[in-house]
C-alpha cells in the first residue's frame, strides 16, 4: 500500500475524475490508514510503499504490478500522468531481492486489469481490456506467469479496470457485475464461474467490486451495502470501510492494494 500524502485530481483520466472537485487531504489519509488497519486486525502483513511528490495517483497500489508464485509482471502504464508510478514499484520488487521481476513491453495497468485465481482449472488469469490495458499484455502475462489468461471485454467507461467490474472472492470463485462486459465475455464467465455472487448497477457504480478479499473476509466499500447482504449470504464475512475521498480519483479499495503471492 501507499500513503496518500500527496493524493490530488490534477488531471482527468477516467470517469470518475473531476478537477473542479476538492480533495481532503488529511481525510483521505485517515480513510487509507483504517484501510491499512483493518486489513492489520484480520491476520495482514502491510508493505508500505513510499509516496512520490507529483505522482498524486501512487496511493492506487494495485496497479503497479501483477504477481504470481514469486514472479512479477510490471506495469506500463498507458498515460503519461502515471509512467514513473511503474519505477517506484519495480524497485520494491528489486529490492525485496525475493521477486523475480519481468519488464513489460506492452500497456498494462497491473492489477488493475488482472485477477489472480489459482484453484480454478489449475490457475486461471482474468484479464480486462478494452480501456487501459492492451489485448498484446494478456500473451505477455501468460508467458512471464505460466498460466492462462482469459481475456475479457470492457465496454462501460465508467468500469474502466478489471478491478473495479470484477473481484476474486476465494481461489476458485468471483463476484462481478455483467453489464461491465461485453456479451461474449459475459456468456465466457457464466461459463467458468457459474456459482458467481452476481452485482447489480447500483453496487457496481458504489466501487462495491473494488475489494479484497483473503477467502472468508471480504473488505469493500461501505456504500454497497447491497452487495455485503449477497456476499453475507453466500456465506463470506463483509468488512465494510469508508474510502469517500479516494473514490475522487476512481478507486476504492481493492485499488489501494496491491497483493503480493511470493
Given at each position: 500500500?501507499?500513503?496518500p500524502?500527496h493524493f490530488?485530481v490534477?488531471y482527468?483520466?477516467n470517469p ?5 472537485a476538492?480533495?481532503d487531504?488529511?481525510l483521505?489519509?485517515?480513510q487509507w ?8 486486525r ?5 508493505h ?6 507529483g505522482?498524486?495517483d ?6 503497479g ?9 510490471g ?7 502515471r509512467?514513473?508510478?511503474?519505477t517506484a514499484h ?21 492489477e ?7 484453484a480454478a ?5 482474468l484479464?480486462?481490456y478494452g ?17 492462462p489468461?482469459i481475456?475479457?471485454?470492457?465496454v ?8 473495479v467490474?470484477l ?6 470463485n468471483i ?21 458467481a455472487?452476481?452485482?447489480?448497477e ?9 475489494l479484497?478479499s483473503?477467502?472468508r ?9 447491497g452487495l455485503a447482504a ?6 463470506y464475512?463483509p ?5 469517500s475521498?479516494l473514490?475522487k480519483?476512481?478507486?476504492?479499495v481493492?485499488?489501494c492494494i496491491?497483493?503480493?503471492?511470493p
Amino acid at each position: 500500500m501507499c500513503p496518500p500524502e500527496h493524493f490530488a485530481v490534477e488531471y482527468a483520466i477516467n470517469p470518475w475524475m473531476d478537477t473542479s472537485a476538492p480533495v481532503d487531504t488529511e481525510l483521505a489519509l485517515k480513510q487509507w490508514q483504517l484501510l491499512r488497519e483493518t486489513l492489520v486486525r484480520l491476520g495482514h502483513a502491510v508493505h508500505v510503499l513510499p509516496p512520490e511528490p507529483g505522482l498524486p495517483d501512487m496511493v492506487y497500489a494495485a496497479n503497479g504490478a501483477f504477481s504470481v508464485d514469486g514472479v512479477v509482471y510490471g506495469a506500463r502504464f498507458r498515460y503519461p500522468q502515471r509512467a514513473a508510478e511503474a519505477t517506484a514499484h519495480r524497485a520494491f520488487y528489486e529490492a525485496a531481492r525475493s521477486w523475480r521481476f519481468v519488464e513489460p513491453a506492452e500497456i498494462n495497468e497491473g492489477e488493475g486489469d488482472f485477477a489472480y485465481l489459482p484453484a480454478a482449472y489449475g490457475g486461471l488469469i482474468l484479464a480486462g481490456y478494452g480501456f487501459r490495458t492492451a489485448p498484446a499484455a494478456h500473451a505477455e502475462a501468460q508467458e512471464a506467469l505460466g498460466r492462462p489468461a482469459i481475456s475479457l471485454r470492457l465496454v462501460d467507461p465508467r468500469f474502466y479496470h478489471l478491478d473495479v467490474a470484477l473481484a476474486a472472492l476465494d481461489d476458485g470463485n468471483i463476484v462481478y457485475y455483467p453489464g461491465a462486459f461485453s456479451d461474449a465475455s459475459q456468456a465466457i464467465l457464466r461459463q467458468l464461474f457459474p456459482s458467481a455472487v452476481i452485482a447489480d448497477e447500483e453496487d457496481a457504480l458504489a466501487f462495491g467490486l473494488n475489494l479484497v478479499s483473503d477467502g472468508r473476509n471480504v473488505v469493500l466499500n461501505s456504500a454497497a451495502s447491497g452487495l455485503a447482504a449477497k456476499l453475507r449470504a453466500a456465506g463470506y464475512a463483509p468488512v465494510p470501510v469508508e474510502l469517500s475521498e479516494l473514490k475522487k480519483g476512481g478507486g476504492s479499495v481493492k485499488c489501494c492494494i496491491a497483493e503480493l503471492r511470493p
